[in-house]
């Protein structure tokens, strides 16, 4: 937001408008401060008129979603059945364990008895599934769900392809209507294994929906997944941690490897919030010369009133480039000047309680793969359109349900990661913050609000 305020400044002339800068979504925006003032003080006067229809409104439609979920939620107990629909509506997790995945199975359930359908769950997995490991859940039984870690259903990283026979029985036993898969990389990929199997078994012609959850941020289709803001909390809290350290020893620099797989989102990330000195990841090769550079450039830096140093690399950042030759490089070149130490986090970063931005995140998208879900069947859908196989993410300022086969393209399957990351655009502002030399370009988005509140109105 900084720097994009200072783009904003240095874009402004005499003649331009004050502008508001905000996140809508993951998009940064401009917004005229004059409609942002007008439009408060619209919600005001609905306010003051007693028009809580209006003001609500005002808010944005987001916010009206929002309530109407956190509504139908907190009820003590399943409103009466709407209508008799009889379709039956079952959720699953496949991947790893992550922070939101249990607000999100609660927000399946409750949304969808809410909407008439009967719930199940499927324990650990695609083999649950193939073992027939199926039951029905119930409104009270996802009592404080949304505050638990972990994945309470169970999870495992198996694929779908070893156990197609077995699944398309088990859907046809337990007559499911629809599937909503919660999970990573591997529940993505085993969508699009269902989808590519249709032709051979009819019973995976039903709406399969994927809510992408996994600290590794790797999934295509979505900016965020499930997780990966409880990961980063995790590894900032450890790294704040690691400073006080090495403040307190006097001139030491932590080596630290976060998990992610390729992806480097979560070192990424993760080096911005916690003030890393470097971040090497898989998708920007770092070869000896860079490495030496930065060896200087911290040694430069340490040798004024800098107390402490910061590096951050992804697991799979190099083959041979691996975190002990890393602290061993420092250490040499440095050793003059400071200590070095390294540490690695490992699956702590995926336990604890999911953030509040998790479980809101959890919570909405699965309310969304409900009504998608609910749409579909209610056209009488019997799964041939391609979005009845697809994965609901977060793109820019929009929730969008992309079909499975049209990611495929879009997919390094080798390397488990998309193929294009809006993150490494923040990477110019990693190397910024910590004094290097590098260039980053806005992308931020001006906003018609006026045209927003005509649109209400």
């Known amino acids: 937001m900084g720097a994009e305020a200072v783009f904003a400044l240095m874009d402004a002339t005499p003649e331009t408008e004050a502008c508001v800068m905000s996140i809508d979504g993951n998009q940064a925006v401009r917004t005229q401060l004059t409609q942002c003032v007008d439009r408060t ?71 969808g008895q809410y909407k008439g359908y009967k719930t199940f769950a499927i324990y650990d997995g695609i083999e649950g599934l193939a073992a027939g490991n199926v039951k029905e859940i119930t409104w009270t039984d996802v009592n404080g769900w949304n505050g638990e870690g972990g994945a309470l259903l169970g999870i495992k990283r198996t694929l779908a392809g070893d156990y197609l026979s077995a699944l398309a029985e088990n859907i046809k036993k337990f007559q ?25 078994f009819p019973e995976f012609h039903i709406p399969i929906i994927v809510v992408p959850a996994t600290i590794s941020n790797n999934v295509p289709g979505t900016d965020f997944c499930l997780g990966a803001d409880t990961a980063l909390n995790e590894i900032c809290e450890i790294c704040d941690r690691l400073k006080q350290s090495a403040i307190g020893t006097r001139r030491r620099v932590f080596v630290i490897e976060t998990m992610g797989g390729y992806c480097g989102y979560l070192a990424t990330l993760a080096g911005m919030a916690a003030g890393a000195d470097a971040a090497y990841i898989f998708e920007e090769p770092v070869d000896i010369d860079g490495l030496r550079n930065d060896v200087l450039h911290l040694t430069a830096k340490m040798s004024t009133n800098v107390q402490r140093g910061l590096i951050i690399r992804n697991e799979n950042a190099h083959s041979n480039y691996s975190l002990d030759f890393i602290r061993r490089l420092y250490a040499e070149e440095g ?14 970063q995926q336990g604890g309680r999911p953030t509040p931005f998790d479980r809101n995140l959890g919570t909405k998208l699965a309310a969304r793969a409900i009504e998608f879900m609910d749409d579909m069947l209610s056209k009488g859908g019997l799964g041939n359109e391609p979005t009845s196989c697809g994965l609901l993410g977060i793109t820019k300022r929009q929730v969008n349900l992309t079909p499975v086969q049209a990611l495929a393209v879009q997919t390094d399957f080798l390397h488990r990661v998309p193929r294009t990351q809006w993150w490494l655009n923040l990477r110019p502002l990693l190397r910024i913050m910590a004094k290097h030399d590098s260039v980053y370009r806005s992308d931020a988005e001006n906003i018609d609000a006026a045209a927003q509140k005509a649109e209400i109105l």
């Open 176 to 200: 499911l209507a629809g599937l909503v898969i919660i999970g990573g990389f591997e529940a993505y990929h085993s969508v699009l294994q269902l989808a590519e199997a249709r032709k051979t």
């Open 335 to 348: 050793k003059d000047v400071f200590s070095c130490r390294e540490a690695i986090l490992g699956h702590v």
């Open 41 to 111: 003080q619209m919600v005001a006067k609905a306010m003051a008129d007693k028009n809580w229809e209006l003001a609500v409104k005002l808010r944005g439609r987001s916010f009206v979603r929002n309530l109407t979920t956190y509504k139908m939620l907190t009820k003590l107990k399943a409103p009466v059945k709407p209508d008799n629909k009889n379709f039956n509506l079952a959720v699953m997790c496949i991947g790893a364990p992550c922070g939101g995945i249990n607000a999100a199975v609660r927000s399946f359930v409750r949304n």
